[in-house]
Protein backbone atom coordinates (compact mmCIF):
# COMPACT_ATOMS: atom_id res chain seq x y z
CA UNK A 1 0.00 0.00 0.00
CA UNK A 2 2.88 2.42 1.12
CA UNK A 3 6.35 2.09 -0.99
CA UNK A 4 9.34 3.34 -0.86
CA UNK A 5 10.96 3.66 -4.33
CA UNK A 6 14.84 4.32 -4.58
CA UNK A 7 16.98 5.33 -7.24
CA UNK A 8 20.51 7.23 -7.68
CA UNK A 9 22.79 4.72 -7.11
CA UNK A 10 25.89 3.65 -9.10
CA UNK A 11 29.35 3.41 -9.62
CA UNK A 12 31.54 6.50 -9.11
CA UNK A 13 34.80 7.36 -9.14
CA UNK A 14 36.49 8.66 -6.11
CA UNK A 15 35.73 12.16 -4.96
CA UNK A 16 32.66 12.03 -7.50
CA UNK A 17 29.06 12.83 -6.79
CA UNK A 18 25.44 10.86 -6.71
CA UNK A 19 22.49 12.21 -6.02
CA UNK A 20 19.77 9.81 -4.51
CA UNK A 21 16.11 9.75 -4.23
CA UNK A 22 13.51 8.66 -2.66
CA UNK A 23 9.83 8.79 -3.70
CA UNK A 24 6.77 7.55 -1.20
CA UNK A 25 4.27 6.35 -2.52
CA UNK A 26 0.05 5.57 -1.28
CA UNK A 27 -2.35 6.85 1.14
CA UNK A 28 -0.04 8.91 3.22
CA UNK A 29 -1.21 11.47 5.24
CA UNK A 30 1.68 12.89 6.17
CA UNK A 31 5.67 11.79 6.86
CA UNK A 32 7.39 13.61 9.45
CA UNK A 33 11.03 11.91 9.51
CA UNK A 34 12.61 10.29 6.86
CA UNK A 35 16.02 8.90 7.32
CA UNK A 36 19.03 7.26 5.07
CA UNK A 37 20.51 4.27 6.24
CA UNK A 38 23.61 2.65 4.48
CA UNK A 39 25.24 -1.31 5.31
CA UNK A 40 28.65 -1.97 3.41
CA UNK A 41 29.69 -5.79 3.38
CA UNK A 42 30.45 -7.38 6.78
CA UNK A 43 29.05 -3.92 8.73
CA UNK A 44 26.21 -3.01 10.67
CA UNK A 45 23.26 -1.03 8.87
CA UNK A 46 24.29 2.60 9.64
CA UNK A 47 22.27 5.59 10.06
CA UNK A 48 23.51 8.11 7.44
CA UNK A 49 21.32 11.47 7.70
CA UNK A 50 17.75 12.51 8.99
CA UNK A 51 15.09 14.97 8.03
CA UNK A 52 11.91 16.16 9.53
CA UNK A 53 8.98 17.27 7.38
CA UNK A 54 10.03 20.88 8.69
CA UNK A 55 13.89 20.82 7.29
CA UNK A 56 15.63 20.10 10.38
CA UNK A 57 18.63 17.31 9.65
CA UNK A 58 21.30 15.83 11.26
CA UNK A 59 24.15 13.38 9.75
CA UNK A 60 26.60 10.74 10.91
CA UNK A 61 29.91 11.93 11.92
CA UNK A 62 31.54 10.09 8.78
CA UNK A 63 29.84 12.21 6.37
CA UNK A 64 29.07 15.67 7.46
CA UNK A 65 30.52 18.25 5.51
CA UNK A 66 29.98 15.96 2.13
CA UNK A 67 26.29 14.54 2.09
CA UNK A 68 23.13 16.82 2.11
CA UNK A 69 19.58 15.19 2.83
CA UNK A 70 16.72 17.12 1.68
CA UNK A 71 12.98 16.94 0.41
CA UNK A 72 10.00 17.99 -1.13
CA UNK A 73 7.24 17.87 0.69
CA UNK A 74 5.14 18.09 -2.15
CA UNK A 75 6.49 15.01 -3.63
CA UNK A 76 7.27 13.63 -0.51
CA UNK A 77 10.55 12.79 -1.88
CA UNK A 78 13.97 12.45 -0.35
CA UNK A 79 16.83 13.65 -1.52
CA UNK A 80 20.54 12.47 -0.19
CA UNK A 81 23.19 14.65 -2.02
CA UNK A 82 26.09 12.55 -2.03
CA UNK A 83 29.92 14.98 -2.52
CA UNK A 84 33.46 13.96 -2.03
CA UNK A 85 32.40 10.16 -2.23
CA UNK A 86 35.42 7.65 -0.54
CA UNK A 87 35.44 4.12 -1.63
CA UNK A 88 34.62 3.26 2.29
CA UNK A 89 31.03 5.22 1.16
CA UNK A 90 30.52 1.84 -0.67
CA UNK A 91 27.44 0.32 0.68
CA UNK A 92 23.43 -0.40 0.20
CA UNK A 93 21.60 2.64 0.84
CA UNK A 94 18.26 2.35 2.12
CA UNK A 95 15.45 4.89 2.42
CA UNK A 96 13.41 4.47 5.45
CA UNK A 97 9.98 6.86 7.27
CA UNK A 98 7.36 5.89 9.25
CA UNK A 99 4.01 7.79 7.18
CA UNK A 100 1.08 8.49 9.09
CA UNK A 101 -1.68 6.68 7.35
CA UNK A 102 -5.69 7.77 6.95
CA UNK A 103 -6.66 5.46 9.77
CA UNK A 104 -4.37 6.97 12.04
CA UNK A 105 -1.75 4.28 12.16
CA UNK A 106 1.94 4.58 11.18
CA UNK A 107 4.23 1.75 10.19
CA UNK A 108 8.03 1.24 9.54
CA UNK A 109 8.78 1.01 5.70
CA UNK A 110 11.29 0.61 3.76
CA UNK A 111 12.97 1.27 0.67
CA UNK A 112 14.51 -1.72 -1.82
CA UNK A 113 18.18 -0.35 -1.20
CA UNK A 114 20.07 1.06 -3.81
CA UNK A 115 23.71 0.08 -4.42
CA UNK A 116 26.29 2.77 -4.44
CA UNK A 117 30.00 1.74 -5.23
CA UNK A 118 33.09 3.99 -5.09
CA UNK A 119 36.08 3.09 -6.98
CA UNK A 120 39.89 4.26 -5.45
Known amino acids: QVQLVESGGGLVQAGGSLRLSCAAS????????MDWYRQAPGKQRELVAVITSGGRTNYADSVKGRFAISRDNTKNTMYLQMNSLKPEDTAVYYC??????????????WGQGTQVTVSA
Open 96 to 109: HSTPKLPDGRMYSY
Open 26 to 33: GTIVSIDV
